[in-house]
T-cell receptor, first 116, second 109 residues
Framework: NAGVTQTPKFQVLKTGQSMTLQCAQDMNHEYMSWYRQDPGMGLRLIHYSVGAGITDQGEVPNGYNVSRSTTEDFPLRLLSAAPSQTSVYFC???????????????FGQGTRLTVV | GENVEQHPSTLSVQEGDSAVIKCTYSDSASNYFPWYKQELGKGPQLIIDIRSNVGEKKDQRIAVTLNKTAKHFSLHITETQPEDSAVYFCAATGGKLIFGQGTELSVKP
């Protein structure tokens, strides 16, 4: 039982490049989400999903796309990387009750992204 | 949408002292309030949570209190130990899980 797995752990991008951060969970959780962590700003919600085929925006969605074709996977796409997207990205998953994330969220180990 | 404010941003205590971290939330519909601990280089992990129908919950040295009227909740750690040193996050949800800004706790031996 691996929990939540994120790849890659580290990535350096040039401004304007695109890439996909991968997230997979093996706990059959319906609720998955992406956060970015910046100093002094805590964890800010980028996008989330309450199940396969359903996604919605969080607090800071601009510049990011997501899709949810399976229960297990929830990739995050950076369309055209900018230095402001330099951050640590965390994927999380949990059970949900009536579309609400109100049970323990399990986090991956994070992806440290630098955009130069 | 939900907004969560957390204070203080840094907290330094002597080993054996108590530590208190406070959070306020804005959405009266929020009904679940977890606390997470993040150690260096790792993802956050749940340490305790409380639901809106409960005013206080305790787990060994850790306790959480919730005041729904005032929309604030607090984490209390007693008899702190050096291994309690970490970043602590509060969160609130009535749907989406929204986090506070985090508190860096340092416990000095």
């Amino acid at each position: 039982n691996a929990g939540v797995t994120q790849t890659p752990k580290f990535q350096v991008l040039k401004t304007g490049q695109s890439m996909t951060l991968q997230c997979a969970q093996d706990m059959n959780h319906e609720y998955m989400s992406w956060y970015r962590q910046d100093p002094g700003m805590g964890l800010r919600l980028i996008h989330y999903s309450v199940g396969a085929g359903i996604t919605d925006q969080g607090e800071v969605p601009n510049g990011y796309n997501v899709s949810r074709s399976t229960t297990e996977d929830f990739p995050l796409r950076l369309l055209s990387a900018a230095p402001s997207q330099t951050s640590v990205y965390f994927c999380a998953s949990s059970y949900h009750v009536r579309g609400s994330s109100n049970t323990e969220a399990f986090f991956g180990q994070g992806t440290r992204l630098t955009v130069v | 949408g939900e907004n969560v404010e957390q204070h203080p941003s840094t907290l330094s205590v002597q080993e054996g002292d108590s530590a208190v971290i406070k959070c306020t939330y804005s959405d009266s519909a929020s009904n679940y309030f977890p606390w997470y601990k993040q150690e260096l280089g790792k993802g956050p992990q749940l340490i305790i949570d409380i639901r809106s129908n409960v005013g206080e919950k305790k787990d060994q040295r850790i306790a959480v209190t919730l005041n729904k009227t005032a929309k604030h909740f607090s984490l209390h750690i007693t008899e702190t130990q050096p291994e309690d040193s970490a970043v602590y996050f509060c969160a609130a949800t009535g749907g989406k899980l929204i986090f506070g800004q985090g508190t860096e706790l340092s416990v000095k031996p």
